[in-house]
């Protein structure tokens, strides 16, 4: 969940992705975060993102919908609040921020999210940073019905100019951080 708008920043290294036909670690220490990213057009991405948390689907849907805490875990995640939806429904406002050589960059977006309990969490840009920006969270019980399978699609589509790689690369090292935060807090509660 967490974002920036890397359109403030002159230049910086880009953190590797995985484009393999499978999902490739992250990183070994904690319980393997897996990403891969797709070019789904010019100017587009589609990053996808699964971990396995040791709890049920329940509690991690808890953490999830917990919208207007989800700044106090979530890294570079600065604000996280429900607006009034015309509909009914849920809206959010998120901003990421990230620090770069003492610096602050930020993006804002503006969601909708449609709640399938326990299984599926979709959200649709409404207005903000990028010209697309809409996914979903999706729950699985693991075979052993003692974990979660959480996996993270994003469809993406940055502003004009904005700089396509180092957005992806950005999102791809913060999707790793937000979802071993969101597994610790699942396990936490």
């Given amino acids: 969940m967490a974002i920036f708008n890397p359109d403030r920043i002159a230049s910086q290294p880009i953190a590797p992705t995985m484009a393999s036909p499978g999902l490739a670690p992250s990183g070994p220490a904690q319980p393997q975060v897996s990403i891969r990213t797709e070019s789904s057009g010019q100017h587009q991405r ?3 993102a699964a971990t396995e948390i040791a709890t049920s689907p329940e509690r991690v849907w808890q953490v999830l919908t917990d919208y207007d805490n989800l700044a106090s875990f979530i890294p570079n995640l600065s604000l996280s609040q429900r607006l009034r ?11 990421g921020s990230q620090c770069f050589l003492s610096l602050r960059f930020c993006a804002r977006v503006v969601i909708d999210m449609v709640e399938e309990f326990p299984h599926r969490l979709k959200f649709t840009l409404v207005e903000g940073d990028f010209r697309q920006f809409q996914g979903e969270w999706r729950l699985q019980s693991a075979s ?8 993270y699609e994003l469809r993406l589509a940055p502003a004009w100019g904005m700089p396509i790689a180092l957005i992806e690369g950005h999102i791809c090292q913060d ?15």
């Fill in 46 to 48: 589609r990053i996808l």
């Fill in 85 to 95: 939806h015309p509909q009914g429904g849920i809206r959010l406002e998120q901003i």
């Fill in 144 to 151: 052993t019905g003692l974990a979660t399978y959480l996996s």
């Fill in 175 to 189: 999707l790793t951080r937000n979802l071993q935060a969101i597994r610790d807090r699942a396990l936490t509660l």
